[in-house]
Antibody, heavy 118, light 113 residues
């Protein structure tokens, strides 16, 4: 069974960098699109960025200056870095399969809550 | 970015009633050469990740009950739950994947009256 699992610190200080990793099990990360999506407490879903193992990436225009997304096919993982975080970045962060044009999100991780606070 | 707007924000219905959720995109998500609408619907229950229900506007994901139906084309779409069950209590989101910057509607909360 193909599964995604997010991992990373649950608490990040303001102005620091949020770092998360998504691990894929039961499948291969190659030749597909992988995304990060976040959801502030009590609010809706916001797509952050996607990556393909070819290196193709795209980020939400509103977050582009702060986002780095990368993939490690040898570990079957992809990662997110979000710099200069503020309280507005507090959210549940999901990794998911899909996100590029013509790619709906058909597989999701359980999500991990990241709180930005000193 | 394409803006997705759902209506209503919430609805409360009795068990067995029909639920209708609307989604409007700020520009067409219909790709004419293939006649495909790049529109998906998700269901999210409390404490859980979103679950894909419908893609290509009307194709049900494997395992999704047939009481869930997606319809519409261009800029106007509808998710219908033909006979509301207790297990359908959730927030429903539409999402466009026509562009390389996917966007979601704000969500519609469905409750039992």
């Amino acid at each position: 069974q193909v599964q995604l699992q997010e991992s990373g610190p649950g608490l990040v200080k303001p102005s620091e960098t949020l770092s998360l990793t998504c691990s894929l099990s039961g499948g291969f990360i190659s030749d597909d699109y992988w995304s990060w999506v976040r959801q502030p407490p009590g609010k809706g879903l916001e797509w952050i960025a996607f990556i393909h193992d070819s290196g193709t990436t795209n980020c939400s225009p509103s977050l582009r200056s702060r986002v780095t997304i990368s993939v490690d096919t040898s570990k079957n993982q992809f990662s997110l870095r979000l710099s200069s975080v503020t309280a507005a970045d507090t959210a549940v962060y999901y990794c998911a399969r899909g996100g590029a044009s013509s790619k709906y999100f058909d597989l999701w991780g359980q999500g991990t809550l990241v709180t930005v606070s000193s | 970015d394409i803006v997705m707007t759902q209506s209503p924000d919430s609805l409360a219905l009795s068990l067995g009633e029909r639920a209708t959720i609307n989604c409007k995109s700020s520009q067409s998500v219909l790709y004419s050469p293939s006649n495909n609408n790049y529109l998906a619907w998700y269901q999210q229950k409390p404490g859980q990740p979103p679950k894909l229900l419908i893609y290509w506007a009307s194709t049900r994901e494997s395992g999704v009950p047939d009481r869930f139906t997606g319809s519409g084309s261009g800029t106007d779409f509808t998710l219908t739950i033909s006979s509301l069950q207790a297990d359908d209590v959730a927030v429903y989101y539409c999402q466009q994947y026509y562009t390389t910057s996917p966007t979601f509607g704000q969500g519609t909360k469905v409750e039992i009256k």
